[in-house]
């Protein structure tokens, strides 16, 4: 099936011939549907610790700092804002030249809102000849959002949203990427110094590069720290083979296989390169302007001392594993993996080797928030390969819609995933986990596309928050609404927490 030519291709991209047989294969088996216990729930998996509670915990962080660790806060930021546009375009293509429908309405009526209104005004100036609102007054709404899409202009359609302009500030506007250095700042720095690591795609790397150049000096400055500033991007090895609806592999017009992206799971390769003892996980565009950060700052240290004490507690336990555990002090490892680490033997012995295997692995904290009906995964009591269970977060379409159970749990799930984690990646020897070895390799999925109006069939790797944090341990904590703002189309930017 695989042509000399085909090998290759595959051998320049750093896969090997077992992978994508392996992954063609999966194309004809598909993956298995999760066996759920429950939706996770207070008191259930997901703790809400009172005030005198996240005091302890913001001290916990603040003491293991001051130990000297190293803290990266990780911002996946590859994506393309193309879909946060996708109406725009459309207004723009539309066989109508005024705003009809209620987004369009929406954008041209609070146009001054926007933190790129400036920038916009002045692009439509050399382009036009006209600022905005000539042209809104001369009926030209179009040559606006052009102005704003295409690359003779802002060509906000084209890039990616941690370089658009979020939020106004008396000193001019700042992007995504620059509200992170900010928290970077505010709840990662350690030593004097924030590393911060974001993943982007080949194509915006100098873009990237240049603002962190232009603007990181600045918060530096302002915040009284060094920036360790890094980038890094998706591996081509990450990517998968598609196929066609027959399962065969999927060709160019040229006859060379396509390959795809293999989807925020292929990252769990580049956050195993991040030298680190803990991690932040954040989305690039989960950002709010400094006026509301201090929630956001006061929950991130919260979650962190949520991790760092259930971590120290996990390396005790695991060296008194090494010394020889007496019966007692078994018991009592066997309750903080049930109890503190939410893992069920379900009738396994919890014995010195389980416990141990159950102890010796990443860990996760991960805030969720209550759910008002966003899209997306939530957190979840699940059975793992070995037939114990634990917590997981879970996306629709690794549930088995046809089971009414499963269904009703999902939809009724409390709570959301905001993606919001803070992660410990070093044992208790201070050896980096290889953290590839703890993905679940049968929570991928396949979906349908299409190229050049042929469908194919397109596979993901588990995904980083989910499958490829499968075997980890994991605790949920309850944060506020508020800490959670993603901006998923323009007219977002309208909301009050992005003003």
């Given at each position: ?21 392996s ?31 996240r ?9 293991y ?18 879909r ?16 009809t ?9 609070s ?15 050399k ?29 906000y ?40 690591h974001?993943t ?15 603007k ?28 066609n ?28 390169e ?13 950002v ?26 996990a ?12 019966d007692?002090q ?7 993996v ?6 069920d ?18 860990m996760?904290v ?39 159970e499963?269904?009703?749990m ?75 703002n ?9 909301r009050?927490?992005h003003?």
């Open positions: 099936m695989l042509s000399q030519q085909d090998l290759q291709q595959i051998a320049q991209k750093g896969i090997s011939q077992e992978q994508i047989e992954q063609l294969n999966e194309f004809k088996t598909g993956f298995p549907f999760l066996k759920l216990e429950a939706a996770a729930g207070i008191g259930r998996g997901i703790i809400a610790p009172d005030a005198a509670e005091k302890q915990y913001e001290d916990a962080w603040n003491a700092k001051a130990e000297g660790k190293r803290v990266v806060k990780f911002v996946p930021a590859s994506g393309a804002a193309s946060m546009f996708k109406n725009m375009f459309a207004f723009v293509d539309a066989d109508y030249d005024v705003p429908t209620d987004f369009e309405k929406k954008y041209f009526d146009i001054e809102k926007f933190a790129f209104y400036d920038a916009l005004d002045a692009i439509c100036q382009n036009e000849g006209k600022g905005i609102k000539a042209l809104i007054a001369d009926g030209n709404y179009k040559a606006v959002a052009a102005n704003m899409l295409k690359s003779e202009g802002l060509n359609g084209q890039l990616p949203k941690g370089l658009l302009l979020f939020h106004k500030y008396e000193d001019g506007a700042r992007t995504p990427m620059e509200e992170h250095l900010v928290e970077g700042a505010l709840y990662a720095a350690s030593n004097g110094e924030a590393h911060v974001f982007v795609s080949h194509e915006h790397m100098e873009l990237f590069k240049a603002k962190v150049a232009e990181a000096d600045t918060f530096a400055k302002k915040y009284g720290i060094k920036y360790d500033i890094t980038f890094s991007e998706q591996k081509p090895s990450t990517d998968t083979v598609a196929a609806p027959d399962n065969t592999p999927f060709r160019n017009d040229d006859g060379s296989l396509l390959f795809r992206p293999g989807g925020h799971g292929a990252l769990i390769e580049n956050l195993n991040i030298d680190a003892d803990v991690i932040f996980i954040k989305n690039i565009d989960n709010v302007p400094d006026r509301l950060k201090p929630e956001t700052v006061e929950w991130k240290q919260v979650i962190a001392g949520v991790l760092v004490t259930l971590q120290k507690k390396f005790e336990y695991l060296h008194i594993l090494d010394a020889g555990a007496t007692a078994l018991a009592e490892i066997a309750e903080f049930s109890k503190c680490l939410c893992t033997a379900k009738g396994k012995k919890a014995d010195a080797a389980y416990l141990r295997e159950k102890l010796n692995r990443p996760r991960c805030g969720v928030v209550k759910n008002v009906g966003e899209p997306g995964g939530g957190p979840f009591l699940t059975y793992n390969q070995d037939g114990t269970v634990s917590l997981q977060i879970l996306e629709s379409s690794q549930i088995d819609t046809n089971n009414e499963y269904m009703k999902f939809t009724q799930g409390t709570h959301f995933n905001p993606v919001d984690l803070v992660c410990a990646v070093k044992n208790y020897k201070g050896e980096p986990f290889n953290l590839p070895e703890f993905v679940d390799k049968t929570t991928g999925f396949i979906s349908s596309k299409s190229k050049a109006g042929k469908e194919l069939k397109a596979l993901e790797l588990p995904g980083l928050w989910n499958g490829a944090m499968s075997n980890w341990s994991t605790v949920f904590v309850e944060v506020p609404l508020g800490t959670f993603p901006v998923k189309t323009v007219n977002d930017l309208l009050d927490q003003q």
